[in-house]
C-alpha cells in the first residue's frame, strides 16, 4: 500500500507477530480475549479495533489500555503531516478507516508490542487490515448476515470476503459455522494451503471455577477461538515453552489463559451499569444498595445472530440478578470505578432489597439494518425466558456511523427540527409485534415535533398495563423520544419517584446509541 510506503512502515510491517481476526459478531471480543490471554503470559501487545464507543483512542490499545492521549496526538499528526505532504491529486489522502489503519500499524510499530492484535474493518479482501502479508495466525469468528449490501446476500459470498485474510501456509482457526459457510471457508484454506482447525465452545468447566467477565454463551465461542489464537501464536513465536510447560489440551487451560479470560473486559458487550447519579450526594446508600433502581444492560447486538445472542445473555443476567441478590455485594472495580462509574458484571451483580423489576428496552439501529427481523427476534427470544419488556423507547443516536467522535452529550435546547420518522418507523414495528395489529399513525406526517409533547408522564413507565398489554389506548407500550440525554434524565426522574421499582433498561440495537448512553452515564 502506498500509505505504508510514504511512512517507510512496509519492511517493518514483516515483523510484527500479528493475530488478524475477520468476522461477522466476535472479532472484537475475540481481539480482547487474546490480549487478556497473551498479556498474562508475560506479552507486550498492541490491539486495533472497531468501532469506538466513546473515544477514537478505544480503538489502538497498548498493553491492555488505551493509548494516551498524549502518544494518539504524536502518533496521529506524524502520520498525517507525512502523508499530507505527499498527497496529490492522483495520490489523494486516505480514506478514514483506512488512515486509522496505518496509523495503527504506526503504534504498534512504534511502541515495539510483542503481538499486534488486527480486527478487520468491514469484509475481509478487501479490507484495508488486508495489507498485512504475513500474519503469525488468522481467525475468523461466527458468520452471519450483515453488511450485505457490500458483501453480497448469501452466507457463501459473505463466507468469501471472510476468508480473504487467509495468507499462505498461515494457519488459521474459526468456529463451527452453517456448512454454506464452512464450505467456502474450507475451499480457501485448501487453495492456499492454509491449516486449518474449527474450535468447538469452551466448556465453562475449564475455567476452573473462574467466571467470564464478558457473558454470555455466544461468548464461549469468542473464547475458544481466543484461546486457539494465542495457543498458536504463542508457539510459532518461540513463547510457548516459556508460558506452558507441559502439554497443552483443550479441556486442560493453563492458568495464564484462565486468568485472561475470566478478566477479558469490553465496553458494550453485555455490560451492566448500575446508574449512580441518584447517589451522588449520598455514597453510603450507594455501596448498601448499588443505586439498585435504574439499571442498564448494555450490549451492542444489531445483526440477527447477534440479537438472539443479545437477548439470552439479558435474559440469563436478570435470572442472574435474581439469585444473586440475596448473597453478594456489587464488587466495584477500583480503576472502573473512577473512570466509568460504578460497573457491575453478571457474576458481581447485587441487591439488598427485593423490589419489583420493570424491564425496559431503550433501541435504535440504522436503518441499513432490518429491525423487522432484529425486534420480533429480541422479543421472542425474551419471551422464551419468560421477560417481556413493559415499554420501548425509541430514541436516535447521537453520533453518527463515520464521525470519529461522538456527538454532544447535552440536552440540545431546539427538538423540533429532529427527523424521527425512522424511530416511528421502529415504534409501527413494535407496537405491531405487540398488538398483532397496525397502529394508528399518532403524528403527522413529516414528524417533526414539538420536544415537550415527546415525553411521556412517568406513570407511562409505571402503570398497570405492563407486560406489553394494552391500557387506556390502543398503543401504549412504547414511546418515541428526541434526544438521549432527555432520555437518559427522564428515566432519572422517573426512578427517583418510584425508588420502589426497579427499571432494568436493555439497551441495544447499536454499538453508537450503547457508547452514547454510556457516555451519559458517566456524567
Ligand atoms: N459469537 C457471537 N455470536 C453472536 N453474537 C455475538 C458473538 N460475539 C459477539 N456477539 C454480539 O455482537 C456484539 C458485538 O460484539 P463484538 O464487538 O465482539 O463483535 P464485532 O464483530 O467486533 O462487531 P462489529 O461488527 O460491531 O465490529 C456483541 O455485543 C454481541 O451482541
Ligand atoms: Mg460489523
Ligand atoms: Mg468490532
Given at each position: 500500500m502506498i500509505s505504508l510506503q510514504i511512512l517507510g512502515l512496509e519492511e517493518d510491517m514483516n515483523s510484527l507477530n500479528i493475530i488478524h481476526v475477520a468476522g461477522t459478531k466476535g472479532k472484537g471480543s475475540t481481539c480482547i480475549f487474546c490480549e487478556a490471554i497473551l498479556r498474562e503470559c508475560g506479552i507486550r501487545t498492541g490491539v486495533f479495533t472497531s468501532p469506538?464507543?466513546?473515544?477514537?483512542?478505544?480503538r489502538f490499545r497498548i498493553d491492555g489500555i488505551n493509548i494516551s492521549e498524549d502518544k494518539f496526538l504524536q502518533y496521529f499528526w506524524d502520520c498525517w503531516n507525512q502523508l499530507e505532504e505527499k498527497a496529490t491529486e492522483q495520490l489523494p489522502m486516505p480514506p478514514l478507516f483506512m488512515f486509522l489503519t496505518i496509523l495503527s500499524f504506526k503504534i504498534f510499530i512504534s511502541e515495539q508490542v510483542d503481538a499486534a492484535i488486527i480486527e478487520v474493518g468491514l469484509g475481509g479482501t478487501e479490507d484495508s487490515t488486508n495489507v498485512i502479508k504475513e500474519p503469525t495466525v488468522c481467525g475468523i469468528t461466527s458468520l452471519g448476515m450483515d453488511h450485505t449490501e457490500i458483501l453480497g446476500d448469501t452466507l457463501g459470498q459473505i463466507a468469501s470476503h471472510k476468508a480473504g485474510i487467509f495468507k499462505p501456509k498461515v494457519p488459521a482457526f474459526t468456529v463451527p459455522q452453517l456448512p454454506e459457510a464452512m464450505d467456502v471457508i474450507l475451499e480457501r484454506a485448501k487453495e492456499l494451503m492454509v491449516p486449518l482447525e474449527v474450535t468447538e465452545p469452551l466448556d465453562c468447566k475449564q475455567m476452573k471455577g473462574l467466571k467470564f467477565c464478558?457473558?454470555?454463551?455466544h461468548q464461549l465461542y469468542n473464547a475458544a477461538l481466543a484461546v486457539s489464537l494465542s495457543r498458536c501464536w504463542l508457539q510459532r513465536t518461540g513463547n510457548w515453552e516459556k508460558v506452558c510447560q507441559n502439554d497443552f489440551q483443550d479441556s486442560n487451560l493453563p492458568d495464564e489463559f484462565i486468568r485472561g479470560l475470566s478478566t477479558a473486559n469490553f465496553s458494550g458487550r453485555s455490560q451492566i451499569v448500575c446508574d449512580s447519579s441518584l447517589y451522588s450526594d449520598c455514597p453510603e446508600i450507594m455501596s448498601e444498595n448499588?443505586?439498585?433502581?435504574l439499571i442498564f444492560y448494555l450490549d451492542g447486538a444489531h445483526s440477527p445472530e447477534s440479537m438472539e445472542a443479545c437477548a439470552k445473555w439479558f435474559s440469563n443476567a436478570l435470572k442472574g440478578y435474581k439469585n444473586a441478590s440475596q448473597t453478594s455485594i456489587g464488587v466495584v472495580n477500583a480503576e472502573e470505578s473512577s473512570e466509568n462509574g460504578p460497573f457491575l458484571h453478571e457474576s458481581k451483580t447485587l441487591g439488598t432489597f427485593e423490589k419489583s423489576c420493570r424491564q425496559i428496552l431503550l433501541f435504535n439501529c440504522l436503518d441499513v439494518r432490518n429491525p423487522k427481523i432484529l425486534l420480533p427476534q429480541l422479543v421472542n427470544e425474551c419471551a422464551l425466558s419468560g421477560i417481556h419488556f413493559s415499554r420501548a423507547l425509541f430514541v436516535p443516536s447521537m453520533s453518527k456511523y463515520t464521525k470519529v467522535t461522538s456527538g454532544a452529550?447535552?440536552?440540545?435546547?431546539?427538538?423540533?427540527?429532529?427527523?424521527?420518522s425512522w424511530q416511528f418507523n421502529l415504534q409501527r414495528i413494535w407496537e405491531k409485534i405487540m398488538h398483532g395489529k397496525e397502529m394508528t399513525p399518532l403524528l403527522d406526517k413529516d414528524f417533526k415535533i414539538e420536544s415537550k409533547l415527546m415525553l411521556p408522564p412517568h406513570e407511562f413507565l409505571y402503570d398497570n398495563a405492563s407486560k406489553g398489554g394494552p391500557s387506556h389506548n390502543d398503543f401504549p407500550c412504547s414511546a418515541v423520544i428526541p434526544s438521549l440525554p432527555l432520555t437518559i434524565k427522564w428515566l432519572r426522574d422517573c426512578v427517583k419517584e418510584h425508588p420502589s421499582t426497579r427499571l432494568q433498561v436493555l439497551v441495544t440495537g447499536s454499538l453508537h446509541l450503547v457508547g452514547d448512553v454510556l457516555k451519559l452515564l458517566k456524567r
Open positions: 469506538h464507543l466513546i473515544d477514537v483512542r478505544e464478558l457473558s454470555g454463551d448499588c443505586g439498585g433502581e452529550s447535552v440536552i440540545p435546547s431546539d427538538l423540533s427540527g429532529i427527523d424521527l
